[in-house]
């Protein structure tokens, strides 16, 4: 094997385990319980945005120069600003963070020790994690490498298991739209939007390793999610099938850690129930102690020093220790408005920066991702269960909208208007 193939599957599993979160282990279970019989079309869209986009993520963040504000600067840049800020606090103190916590105490303390608090398990969690974001050291980084494949095996070991002895057959769970159903459960896992974070840490391990040709970078980066994105599709199609075997056999309404926990113990009875507990707990740790040291170095560098990376981390932990005790259930429905939101946008910038060279015209970047907003704001507020109704007809007549696309018209249509617009303005002058 020579070094650029032993690179492209270095980087390649380093994808995997940037992607790899544990807490996105939970979603496609549940997702496969309510498709039941229609998993598959339910796979396809989980697959989009939960590998798919978070791949061309990286791929147009390393196009565009490697970081959020080069993909997002192209609209305005404060524009950039603000999301970068919306974003990191998404996959920071507002849900990712806080649902690390709460994922290890459903699945990694409650089932072992149901009599303790999880004000407890929160404090424990985050002091731990508060610790190693302020004095990092190599024991996270380690720990992250030995839990990762630790982790894999066991999934792999449960999958191969409810495969070849299925706790039940799929049934009809009446779904409707399970293609659009997994491709905004998709969303649940954050990982498109971090992709236009973690971008920069991928092109600097490639130049660490002597590439330094932007087209050379690419080329290795698509090849590096070629393989991420194999490992990923076999255990989140894995995971889903378990969860459709399921469908006859659990109530549609069970807790998605519940759920998730009742499989692993159905195949691998209660010590495969503590295995996957344990690795789930620690796999959070090492996850919620990553994103806080990332919180905190951006946060610090936006407001130019004036908020310390100690002062930062503080405040994320405390703030995530509290949201943690919601719950994941809480978590999640507090995610969908926000994710409903910013996730269009998210892919509207990473498909336009793909095809960057075919955009002469930049001002399509700002008329395609308002033409989103438009649409993704009130989506969010539909699902708060906040009713405009002229505005929500308007949006139900729009192409692709029965299938929860309606934000993709808009912003095609307000892509040609900003290019029209500034053609006329050139033309007057």
Do not use: H
Not at 227 to 245: D, K, N, P, Q, S
Not at 276 to 294: D, M, P, R, Y
Not at 302 to 310: I, R
Not at 375 to 380: E, I, Q, R
Request: aromatic share 8%; charged share 10%.
């Amino acid at each position: 094997m020579n070094k650029t193939s032993k690179d492209v599957l270095v980087v390649g599993f380093a994808l995997f385990a940037m992607f790899f979160g544990a807490g996105n282990l939970i979603f496609p279970p549940s997702l496969g319980l309510m498709s039941g019989t229609n998993w598959i079309p339910s796979l396809i869209g989980f697959l989009l945005t939960g590998i798919g986009m978070p791949l061309l993520g990286i791929i147009a963040a390393s196009k565009a120069g490697g970081s959020l504000s080069d993909l997002a600067d192209k609209v305005s840049p404060t524009f950039s600003k603000i999301l970068g800020t919306v974003i990191m606090l998404a996959i920071g103190p507002l849900l990712a963070i806080p649902r690390t916590g709460a994922t290890t105490f459903e699945m990694g303390v409650k089932p072992l020790f149901p009599g303790v608090s999880p004000i407890i398990t929160s404090i424990f969690f985050f002091g731990i994690t508060l610790f190693l974001a302020i004095n990092p050291s190599g024991v996270v980084d380690k720990i992250g490498k030995i839990l990762t494949p630790v982790l894999l095996i066991a999934l792999i070991t449960i999958i191969f298991k409810g495969i070849t002895s299925p706790i039940g057959s799929p049934i009809d769970t009446g779904l409707k739209n399970p293609f659009s159903k997994g491709f905004t459960e998709g969303y649940q896992t954050m990982d498109a939007l971090a992709s236009m974070v973690f971008a920069g840490i991928v092109i600097g391990s490639l130049v660490q390793k002597g590439y330094t040709d932007t087209k050379q970078q690419i080329k290795l980066t698509i090849m590096s999610g070629l393989v991420a994105a194999i490992g990923l599709a076999l255990v989140y199609g894995g995971l889903m099938y378990l969860g459709a075997t399921g469908s006859g056999v659990f109530p549609g309404d069970i807790a998605k850690t519940d759920l998730t926990i009742a499989i692993t113990e159905r195949i691998l009875g209660n010590t495969g129930k503590v295995l996957i507990g344990i690795s789930v707990s620690l796999a959070c740790l090492t996850t919620s102690v990553g994103l806080t040291a990332t919180c905190g170095e951006y946060f610090s560098k936006l407001s130019k020093g004036k908020l310390s990376y100690k002062a930062v981390a503080i405040i994320v932990t405390v703030f995530s220790a509290v949201v943690s005790n919601f719950g994941v259930e809480t978590i999640v429905k507090i995610a969908v408005p926000l994710l409903v939101t910013v996730y269009p946008v998210g892919i509207i910038l990473i498909v336009m920066n793909i095809f960057d060279d075919f955009i002469p015209n930049k001002t399509a970047y700002t008329g395609a991702v308002f033409g989103a907003l438009c649409v993704s704001l009130f989506d969010a507020l539909a699902a708060m269960e906040i009713q405009i109704s002229p505005i929500a007809n308007v949006i139900l007549k729009l192409p692709l909208a029965d299938a929860g696309f309606a934000w993709i018209t808009p912003a095609v249509i307000g892509s040609i208007i900003s290019i029209l617009i500034l053609k006329k303005k050139q033309t007057n002058i």
